[in-house]
């Protein structure tokens, strides 16, 4: 089984084909970029350990060789220059998302295959997505707030010092500045949060700020996000190749779920084989209904700003294409997508 990572000579992408490798979960990873020297570097590293987790096939592909795989995951972003607006960033990555959407339906990206979505913003692309792919609604899945929700969780198990496996907690809504903590059903090892010795309300502010401020303190610190979405993209595809019925916080179309629907953001989904298995109503707190109501009308207004421009849908000519970025734009990850030639690209090399 093929997996293929568009942007996967970056440090989201390459940190997705690791996790994927340690997992043993496929047996080949196809790792497109605009830079395919740092994907042929990634790929060849990986190569280096195929001993030791099943002798996986890792190699630079094309984009014909991405369509033909059980998963397609987009990686692929742009940065934002020191005088652009939020705005002006989400535009010219809706643009670079679209030619790579495009790209693929181009190239044949088949029905049946899924389409991963982390780029950002994630709920605003994985709505073009499933509107632009020619793929069911149920075959795109955003990565949504669930590295949210495993930081979330993480966190709150280094306040209290206990295992992060035993804290279940979860972050709905946008994975952006609208997130919605579920303080409502957050426990640990069955136990509500709220009754936990030393927990109060200041523990749970600070926790929910080093959780919304995680992505901006690891680029401070390291420029990016790398290690721990490698892990949740790992945890998506699983889920799907595996049919595990996992119930994840993913970004999907909402069909009404809490009254949303027409937009895409994470409520708990259980994915598996065919994608989206079932989006679940579980118990809230009026405040948090409240709050998930709010995240999905502030992806609106994004989308119809957006949508109020003419957006860059077709492929870009024969002599040059914008194909994926040595990185991604989650949590500001530094990546700069750039205007290669096409035989830059389109030679697999495999290793």
């Known amino acids: 089984m093929r997996v293929s990572i568009i942007g996967g000579g970056g440090l989201v992408g390459s940190s997705a084909a690791y996790a994927l490798q340690c997992a043993g ?46 998963v397609v995951v987009i990686t692929a972003g742009l940065r934002r220059k020191p005088e652009e607006s939020r705005l002006d960033l989400i535009n010219r990555n809706v643009d670079l998302f679209l030619q790579i959407l495009a790209q693929l339906r181009q ?7 899924y389409l991963v979505v982390v780029s950002n913003p994630v709920d605003v692309l994985t709505y073009l997505a499933v509107r632009e792919s020619g793929l069911p609604w149920q075959r795109v899945i955003g990565l949504g707030t669930l590295l949210d929700t495993m930081r979330f969780r993480s966190l709150i198990a280094r306040r209290i010092r206990v295992p992060a496996d035993q804290v279940q907690a979860l972050i709905l809504g946008e994975h952006g500045d609208s997130m919605v903590p579920i303080w409502s059903g957050a426990s640990v090892a069955g136990v509500p949060l709220d009754q936990w010795p030393g927990w109060d309300l200041q523990a749970q502010r600070e926790v929910f700020e080093q959780t919304r401020q995680a992505g901006a303190t ?14 949740a993209i790992r945890e998506v595809v699983a889920s799907l190749v595996g049919d595990r019925r996992r119930v994840l916080p993913v970004s999907t179309l909402q ?53 109020g421009r003419k957006l860059a849908a077709q492929p870009a000519p024969a002599s040059q294409a914008v194909v994926a970025a040595s990185g991604t734009t989650r949590d500001g ?18 290793v």
């Open 255 to 307: 069909q009404g779920a809490y009254d949303v629907r027409d937009v895409c953001m994470s409520v708990p989904t259980i994915v598996g084989c065919g994608g989206v298995k079932e989006q679940v109503t579980i118990p809230l707190s009026a405040r948090e209904v409240t709050g998930l109501r709010h995240s999905a009308q502030v992806l609106r207004d994004t989308l119809s700003q957006i949508q």
């Open 25 to 70: 979960l496929v047996s080949e990873i196809c790792l497109v970029d605009a830079n395919p020297d740092a994907a042929e570097g990634h790929a060849q590293e990986l190569t280096h350990g195929a001993c030791l987790t099943g002798g996986m096939r890792t190699f630079v592909g094309t984009m014909q060789e991405a369509v033909a795989s059980q």
């Open 333 to 350: 990850q530094r990546s700069v997508a750039r205007v290669v030639p096409r035989a830059a690209w389109q030679t697999p090399r495999a």
């Open 107 to 113: 190239a044949g990206l088949r029905e049946t295959s």
């Open 218 to 231: 690891l680029l401070r610190l390291k420029g990016g996000s790398g290690f721990a979405v490698g892990l």
